[in-house]
């Protein structure tokens, strides 16, 4: 996958806006405390602080430490109108019931191996 048009390089993610979705790519490195505060840093830079939904493509994430999940869910609903995490089939089943808190108590938010799927619930979101 090349690099979209516009897109920001962070500690562990490649941050692009197209069509009003924030997207998100990871590189492949956890995420910590401080490297979600990066890449919050450039989702707000890029879209002027105006909270959007967002596809995280999360098939080549290992994983987030404690820190980074409890960084991103402070944030979540000033950044963050909807969610869709992009995995490989075979991980699917093993995200967890973490994300359904999530979408109970902050935002829509849903697991799809489908990208055309996952920009298709977030446009209806």
């Known amino acids: 996958m090349g690099t979209p048009e516009g897109a920001v390089e962070t500690q562990t993610m490649t941050v692009w806006v197209a069509d009003g ?14 490297s979600v ?8 830079e890029l879209t002027g602080g105006v909270a959007r939904p967002v596809l995280f ?6 994983a987030g ?5 409890k960084t991103i869910i ?3 609903e000033s950044v963050f109108t909807a969610a869709a995490m ?5 991980e699917s089943p093993s995200v967890g019931k973490y994300l359904e808190t999530i979408d109970r108590l902050l935002a829509p938010f849903e ?3 489908d990208e055309t ?3 298709t619930f977030l446009n209806n979101a």
């Open 21 to 34: 979705i924030i997207h998100l790519r990871s590189n492949g490195t956890p995420s910590t405390s401080d």
């Open 37 to 44: 505060i990066e890449t919050l840093g450039v989702v707000r």
């Open 57 to 62: 493509d999360a098939r080549s994430w290992p």
């Open 65 to 69: 430490d404690a820190g980074s999940w």
């Open 74 to 76: 402070e944030a979540w």
């Open 86 to 90: 992009l995995v490989d089939a075979e």
């Open 111 to 113: 697991v799809f191996t």
């Open 117 to 119: 799927a996952a920009l």
